[in-house]
């Protein structure tokens, strides 16, 4: 069982995102441990991006403080090596497919492994052309994320069957954000995906609330929320940690048992 797949074993998981760098890496370090603390599963860590086309303003926003504040991807890998001498929690690279492309899938999947990273979600990588990377990177132990967006039965199956890690679940059309509804038929894309795999899928795209938590880790695996999270991280800068750590707090205690 890889490392991502057991942090859902016997109980739900909320997963979190935040934007490495912002504001700095060495608080990126500090909110991970704080989130973990306060009972998140796993988090997932942006690669700040100049043309981040998945993501809503407030991510967006994130990454030009990143990058604004020097952050690279090699500063991330190393601030990552650091993070793993404090904790074990399952870790995720949230990344375009330009990235580690131009890092190259070899050395970017090796430094992967090297330093603690445990999967990658890519964007815009079709899955047409995930061939050209999933064998790299399942030789160094790196599970390539599949994301599921609402769309035709037999292409969820097609996507879900090979799937590895989890298979996060694209609650809506669009870019990430928080929403005060989501009218997508969720809950049909998750027994699709549990009619060809038992790889976990989790919900995101959306979900800020502790309702919402409750609601759909009721029909899947596990809620992911970022937006949310990076918006307080944007509000409170290098105080973010005991804001933060309330939050999570709260939207794990809205998983469905």
């Known amino acids: 069982m890889s490392k991502i797949k057991n942090a859902f074993e016997d109980k739900k998981a909320f997963i979190g995102f935040l934007t490495a760098g912002d504001p700095s890496l060495e608080k990126t370090a500090e909110f991970v441990l704080e989130m973990e603390q306060a009972g998140a599963a796993l988090v997932e860590l942006g690669i700040p991006f100049s043309d981040p086309i998945a993501d809503g303003p407030v991510i967006q926003e994130a990454n030009l403080r990143a990058l604004g504040a020097g952050c690279t991807t090699d500063k991330i890998f190393d601030m990552v090596s650091s993070l793993r001498e404090r904790t074990q929690i399952p870790l995720v690279f949230l990344t375009y497919l330009n990235t580690v492309y131009r890092y190259g899938y070899e050395s970017f999947c090796d430094r992967?492994?090297?330093?603690?990273?445990?999967?990658?979600?890519?964007?815009?990588?079709?899955?047409?052309?995930?061939?050209?990377l999933v064998p790299i990177a399942?030789?160094?132990?790196?599970?390539?994320?599949?994301?599921?967006?609402?769309?035709?039965?037999e292409r969820i199956q097609m996507?879900?069957?090979?799937?590895?890690g989890f298979i996060y679940v694209v609650s809506s059309m669009g870019v990430t954000g928080a929403r005060s509804e989501i009218t997508t038929d969720v809950g049909e894309i998750v027994e699709t995906i549990r009619g060809v795999t038992d790889t976990p899928a989790?919900?995101?795209?959306?979900?800020?609330?502790?309702?919402?938590v409750h609601r759909y880790s009721a029909i899947s695996d596990g809620a992911i929320i970022g937006s949310a999270i990076v918006k307080i991280i944007?509000?409170?800068?290098?105080?973010?940690?005991?804001?933060?750590?309330?939050?999570?707090?709260?939207?794990?205690?809205?998983?469905a048992g």
Do not use: N, W
């Open 112 to 132: 992967c492994r090297s330093c603690g990273v445990d999967g990658l979600v890519i964007p815009d990588l079709p899955f047409e052309e995930r061939e050209e």
């Open 138 to 153: 399942r030789k160094y132990d790196v599970d390539v994320i599949a994301m599921i967006a609402p769309t035709s039965k």
């Open 234 to 255: 944007g509000k409170y800068g290098e105080d973010a940690g005991e804001e933060l750590g309330r939050y999570v707090r709260e939207m794990v205690s809205g998983l």
């Open 159 to 164: 996507v879900a069957k090979d799937a590895t």
């Open 202 to 212: 989790a919900i995101g795209f959306g979900i800020h609330t502790k309702e919402q």
